[in-house]
């Protein structure tokens, strides 16, 4: 069984840098993508940051330049996150996307005091 697990999240002032990590377990293979949203409150989910089946990584504009999207492998993904501003809280969320399905973790709370 597919098991996300988020950590690192919590309370920085606006322009201060968090990491969030990504704890992956239960057979993490045939990856279609796997990466980072995020859901502030009152609003929908978005994607952050993710790789795709290639290895290659894709980004919010909104976010681009300021967080990095890393891994030690599949099991291990991370959030650096830089310059962070206000409008960068909310809940994060990890997301694998395998053949067998899409899996997501519980999220981790990053709110941004200004």
């Known amino acids: 069984q597919v098991q996300l697990v988020e950590s690192g999240g919590g309370l920085v002032q606006a322009g201060g840098s968090l990491r969030l990590s990504c704890a992956a377990s239960?057979?993490?293979?045939?990856?279609?993508?796997m990466g980072w949203y995020r859901q502030a409150p009152g609003k929908q989910r978005e994607l952050v940051a993710v790789?795709?089946?290639?290895?290659?990584t894709n980004y919010a504009d909104s976010v681009q330049g300021r967080f990095t999207i890393s891994r030690r492998n599949v099991e291990a993904m991370y959030l650096q996150m830089n310059s962070l501003k206000p409008d960068d809280t909310a809940v994060y969320y990890c997301?694998?996307?395998?053949?067998?399905?899409?899996?997501w973790g519980r999220g981790t709370q990053v709110t941004v005091s200004s």
């Open positions: 997301y694998a996307d395998l053949w067998r399905g899409k899996f």
């Open positions: 239960g057979g993490i293979f045939n990856i279609n993508y």
């Open positions: 790789f795709t089946r290639n290895g290659s």
